[in-house]
């Protein structure tokens, strides 16, 4: 397979050898793809995950979300914060 890089491309590149970051092309070029191939991985299962999300919603599974529901979720999630450092909770709480 050839393939043609722009201009600025290929400067990056050059850059990145002449600064010791890869000794030669070759390098650069499975560097990005590795990064691409992660990318889209992670694309895929977020994909997954609303797809998921969408069948769960279907079955009636969701719950309403609300300003009360999200202030009640960030008082757990202190809450078990602070148990997890060994800090006592708030009075009141």
């Known amino acids: 397979m050839n393939v043609e890089l722009t ?10 050898i002449e600064t ?4 030669r092309e070759e390098e650069a070029v499975h560097e ?14 977020l994909v997954a995950a609303l ?3 969408e069948v769960s919603l279907a079955r009636g599974e969701g719950r309403t979300i ?11 999630i202190k809450l078990r914060g602070r148990t997890k450092i060994g800090m006592e909770p708030p009075a009141g709480r």
């Open 66 to 76: 609300d300003i009360e529901s999200v202030k009640t979720l960030a008082d757990e």
């Open 32 to 45: 990005a793809l590795a990064v691409w191939e992660e990318r889209e991985r992670r694309r895929l299962e």
């Open 20 to 23: 010791g970051r890869f000794r």
């Open 7 to 16: 201009p600025d491309q290929r400067a990056l590149i050059r850059r990145a």
């Open 51 to 53: 797809d998921d999300a």
